[in-house]
């Protein structure tokens, strides 16, 4: 037997056990349910990119990958996504939402921000909100020796997870990528975060991740049922009051170079993100890099 303190074994570090696959699909898999399939593999290099291969040779609707490590996790604009092994949830779902219209199919980011949200609240008691198009963030506590000059001891906010959706075979993966127990020292930025520095009551992942899949099972399948109508399946509204974009003066970053400043005045209902510009002026982003300029803390996320 392999000595459980050795840097090979999975047990090496007792505070990150590895992931119950028979308890996860015990409580996740079933007759009737959305989620038809999961897998968890050791190590990988982006759990989207693999699915993505499965599903272009044919995979069902509702399978779900997990990696324990995942090396060349992708973000928007190909930016990486790398944490220790068994610090977070790594995770990408195939959909295959055939009978909504295709030009609806761009708010699944989004209700998937919506659905982690929902079931962080529930799961780790932490109170996470959304920067669109696909950040989640939650607040860290300040210490007195992180204040500035004026500032009281409310927290800041800083990303905690990110997600990205891609088009593969007949259907989308969506990809996961959420920081449980980072400790401050491992964090790859200073303007990132985990639910443990957050203060989440809860860091077992096998809890997280059933409550983040049984939340984005929920809100699939309303917004399916009104064929993905955003408005008439409440998941608008929703994202709406957890968007903590909106109110704030931002800048985007678009394609091509183009850059866009203003105020951050609504979601509409094609998922984009309306600015109010000025001279009463309202342009909608469908797409881009956007950054917070000013808000309730102040600073840039």
């Not at 970053?253 to 009463?280: C, F, H, K, M, Y």
Request: hydrophobic share 40%; with cysteine; net charge negative.
């Amino acid at each position: 037997m392999t000595p459980s303190d050795t840097p090979q074994s999975r047990w090496s570090d007792l505070d990150r056990p590895p992931l119950n696959v028979p308890a996860l699909r015990r409580g996740l898999l079933r007759p009737g349910g959305l989620w038809t399939s999961l897998d968890v593999v050791e190590t990988t290099g982006s759990t989207n990119s693999d699915l993505a291969r499965r599903a272009a040779a044919g995979l069902d609707e509702g399978a779900v990958l997990v990696a324990e490590e995942q090396t060349a996790g992708r973000g928007r604009l190909d930016r990486t996504w790398t944490a220790p092994a068994r610090s977070g949830l790594f995770f990408s779902v195939y959909l295959k939402p055939g009978d909504v219209p295709a030009e609806r199919w761009g708010w699944l980011p989004l209700l998937t921000g919506v659905a982690a949200a929902t079931g962080l609240a529930r799961s780790a008691g932490v109170d996470t909100a959304l920067k669109w198009p696909n950040d989640l963030l939650v607040t860290v506590p300040k210490g007195s020796d992180q204040l500035r000059p004026g500032e009281t001891p409310l927290g800041e906010e800083r990303k905690a997870g990110g997600i990205l959706a891609e088009r593969a075979g007949d259907g989308v993966v969506v990809g996961m990528g959420l920081n449980v127990s980072l400790r401050a020292d491992e964090l790859p930025a200073p303007t990132a975060a985990s639910l443990a520095l957050a203060g989440a009551v809860s860091t077992d992942r096998e809890t997280l991740l059933r409550g983040v899949l049984r939340s984005l099972e929920h809100w699939y399948g309303q917004w399916r049922a009104a064929d993905g109508d955003a408005a008439a399946s409440g998941l608008q509204e929703a994202y709406a009051a957890g968007c903590a974009t909106l109110g704030r003066t931002v800048r985007a970053q678009l394609p091509g170079d183009r850059t866009l400043t203003g105020e951050a005045v609504a979601i509409d209902g094609d998922g984009r993100l309306v600015l109010s510009t000025g001279n009463g002026l309202q342009e909608p982003v469908s797409a881009g890099d956007i950054i917070h300029l000013r808000g309730a803390e102040g600073g840039l996320v």
